[in-house]
Each structure stands twice: as structure tokens, then as C-alpha cells.
């Protein structure tokens, strides 16, 4: 039986890629304010990245439920945390901000795609015949060492370049400076899930909170 397009599972690990990296650019400048929030996105998004390697090198069914539980998770974080009176922040964010909407339809598109790769590579599993030969599994392995660097790559750049890259609030000094303490346009690093419970917040977040 053929296998499915090589390009399922690129556009599955390109859409866990981008939510990543929107993760990753939000979490650096929000440590200062949300330290727990901050790491959350530090890490999820790093491991967001990270799944371009199960998808691309096909590592099978159960590193594509890991990926897909992890993305609900996230998922289901956001969703909380737009409801009033909420455990996590204590209060609903606006769920109209364009970075967190970007974030949760990359988020849904991977979910759908490696649910797809789950449901194909089930039935495969009940038609196989052989094993893949030696020549091949050899071929995809030497694909490691770069899509390591790829995903190194990826994960410098959300950290570093992109948080440098947006745009800075008024009086601000930059992408990857402090929060503003008064009032005026709310910096777009601010946090997605939103302050913490019984901290009242100095500004309304871009990205959700």
C-alpha cells in the first residue's frame, strides 16, 4: 500500500512549527510579569518545534497522540482563560486578539492533520506486508542531524529575533524591553493567557489576556 503524501506530514509539522514560534516570540518579555506563563510558553513552544522531527521522520502513532494531546492542552488553557471567573487567571480575556486566534487555528489545523496521519497509518498497520528495507530506513535517518538544526534554528529565532522584531508599545523601548507601567496601546508581548488570579492588571494584553 503507497504511503501518503510526504506533504500531510510536512504541513502537520509546519503548522505545530508556527504555533510554536508564536508561543516562543511571546515568552521572553513575559517572565518579567507572568514568570509562570512565560516559562509555559518558553517550554511549550520549544517542544511545539520540537515536533517537526516525529512528523517529518514519521516516528508513528503514539509521538502523533503526544502531539495532539499536548496541542489540546494548550488549547483548552486559552479557552479557560476567556471565561469570567476563571481557576487560572480569575478573570475572561478578549478572545479577539489576532496573535492568540492565529495561534489556536495553527493549533487546530495541526491536530486535524496529525489526526489524519493516525487514522491512515492505522489502517496501513493492518495491510502491511514488510518491513521497510534497510536502504530506506538508512536514507531517512541521515535526515536527523538537519532537521535538528532546523529546529534548533526555529527556537533561536522565536526567542531572539522575532520578540526584537514586534512592534513596541508608546514610550517603549523596543520588542524585547519592559512593560509599559501606564497607560496608552497595550505591548503585543504582553501575556496570551491573561494575569494571574487576584492580580489586578495594569494594562489590557494584544494577545488575550
Do not use: C
Not at 482563560?81 to 478572545?95: F, K, S
Not at 530506513?137 to 538537519?146: D, H, W
Amino acid at each position: 500500500m503507497a504511503r501518503p503524501n510526504p506533504a500531510l506530514y510536512i504541513a502537520a509539522a509546519a503548522t505545530s512549527a508556527i504555533a510554536g514560534m508564536l508561543h516562543l516570540m511571546l515568552g521572553p518579555n513575559n517572565l518579567d510579569s507572568n514568570i509562570n506563563q512565560g516559562i509555559l510558553f518558553i517550554v511549550g513552544g520549544s517542544a511545539q518545534v520540537f515536533w517537526i522531527i516525529p512528523m517529518v521522520r514519521r516516528w508513528g502513532i503514539p509521538w502523533y497522540a503526544i502531539g495532539i494531546g499536548g496541542t489540546i492542552v494548550f488549547m483548552a488553557l486559552w479557552i479557560i482563560t476567556r471565561m469570567p471567573g476563571n481557576p487560572i487567571t480569575g478573570r475572561g480575556g478578549p478572545a479577539d486578539n489576532p496573535i492568540a486566534i492565529t495561534i489556536e487555528v495553527f493549533q487546530a489545523a495541526f491536530i486535524g492533520l496529525a489526526a489524519a496521519i493516525i487514522i491512515y497509518e492505522h489502517r496501513k498497520k493492518q495491510e502491511v506486508v514488510g518491513e521497510p528495507s534497510s536502504t530506506a530506513t538508512k536514507s531517512r535517518g541521515m535526515q536527523l542531524p538537519i532537521l535538528g538544526g532546523i529546529v534548533i534554528a526555529l527556537i533561536l529565532i522565536g526567542l531572539f529575533a522575532l520578540p526584537a522584531m514586534m512592534p513596541s508599545p508608546m514610550g517603549g523601548g523596543g520588542g524585547g524591553g519592559p512593560p509599559r507601567q501606564g497607560g496608552g496601546a497595550p505591548p503585543p508581548s504582553a501575556g496570551q493567557l491573561g494575569a494571574p488570579q487576584g492580580q489586578v492588571p495594569q494594562q489590557e494584553s494584544v494577545t488575550g489576556s
